[in-house]
């Protein structure tokens, strides 16, 4: 549980910011802050995409959920030294951790059968490498994958900051979720086999802490699985500003060149990456779309549902990728 005065400080601090704005317009340096390299640290950087710092802060803050949707309009900077692609200036770490840890996600939930299914097969491949034992999933949010694992005899772990996500986990499924961040919650008394971050490193704060901190909870030869939108894939490319993985909730835009960087400072070594696939329904990616393209989107849905297919599942691949590495050193 995310201690309450963290919370309360947060919600104080955000009160009288925007008491602040109202009175004398935004204020960047009350709510907004530039980080380093996270992968090495430098301040030395390249604009990639020009952003803006006057946003509506009302609904930028209720985009920080498992099902954020609110498009980037921040700065994306490119590091000169290791290239690593990352936000800055971003929205304050408690502001952020505020939005996560309050909001509530039933349009995450409404998609329970499809991120089900595509969590199987994601379970199939980690089995390739660590077929049973203990597994964490950094992230959790609403149990699902911790489901098909405790349902395949793994013993299940958890790590959600949403208070809504992670108790819908532990009633609906017992998945045994911490509500919390990997740097609040606990230590667990007993190592881990596996680790897994499903769409949860490209919104750390810091990544590479986040990835240190894996690397302790797992046994030596364990497991570490993360999947990420791939901003190096040719689709991200063609897309541009307009790749739909460019989001606010997205502090970080990893290539599979930086996550092995990364995943070698934290003591391990890749064994293999792959696209990932996800299933989820018809209607409800038309209504992701909407972001984008809102009069076709609302179009193509509303005769999706006419015909009665808008909760037909799809398979799609929207250029994500999935890197299994194996713990070889303590860091």
């Not at 601090?13 to 109202?22: G, I, L, V, W």
Request: charged share 20%; aromatic share 12%; with cysteine.
């Amino acid at each position: 549980m995310l201690p309450t005065t963290e919370v309360e400080s947060s919600a104080t601090t955000y009160a009288r910011s925007t008491d602040q704005t109202k009175a004398a317009g935004p204020s960047p340096s009350l709510l907004w802050e530039k980080v380093p390299c996270n992968l090495c640290g430098s301040w030395e950087r390249d604009i990639k995409y020009e952003g803006t710092t006057d946003q509506d802060m009302e609904k930028m803050l209720k985009s920080y959920s498992a099902s954020g949707n609110f498009i980037s309009q921040e700065t994306l900077v490119q590091c000169k030294q290791c290239k690593l692609i990352f936000t800055s200036p971003r929205l304050r770490r408690d502001l952020i951790l505020k939005g996560y840890t309050e909001a509530e996600d039933p349009t995450y939930v409404s998609q329970a059968e499809g991120r089900i299914k595509s969590f199987e097969r994601c379970l199939k491949a980690v089995t390739k490498y660590q077929a049973s034992g203990r597994i964490l999933d950094v992230g959790a949010a609403a149990g699902f994958f911790l489901k098909v694992a405790k349902e395949a005899g793994w013993e299940t772990y958890g790590i959600e900051p949403s208070m809504y996500l992670s108790q819908y986990g532990n009633t609906h499924y017992n998945a045994n979720i911490h509500c919390g961040t990997i740097e609040t919650v606990p230590p667990f008394e007993k190592q881990m086999d596996v680790v897994t971050l499903w769409d949860v490193l490209e919104h750390t704060f810091e990544p590479k802490d986040v990835l240190q901190r894996c690397n302790r909870y797992l046994r030596q030869g364990g497991i570490v699985v993360i999947n990420y939108p791939n901003i190096g894939n040719w689709m991200a490319k063609a897309a541009g500003r307009k790749y739909w993985f460019i989001l606010s909730v997205h502090l970080y835009y990893f290539v599979p060149e930086t996550i092995a960087e990364m995943l070698q400072k934290t003591g391990f070594e890749v064994l293999a990456d792959a696209p990932h696939y996800q299933w989820l329904q018809l209607g409800y990616l038309l209504y992701r779309l909407e972001a984008y393209v809102p009069k076709v989107a609302k179009l193509m849905g509303k005769i999706a549902k006419f015909l009665r297919c808008d909760q037909m599942l799809i398979p799609y691949y929207a250029a994500q990728t999935r890197v299994i590495a194996r713990k070889v050193n303590e860091v």
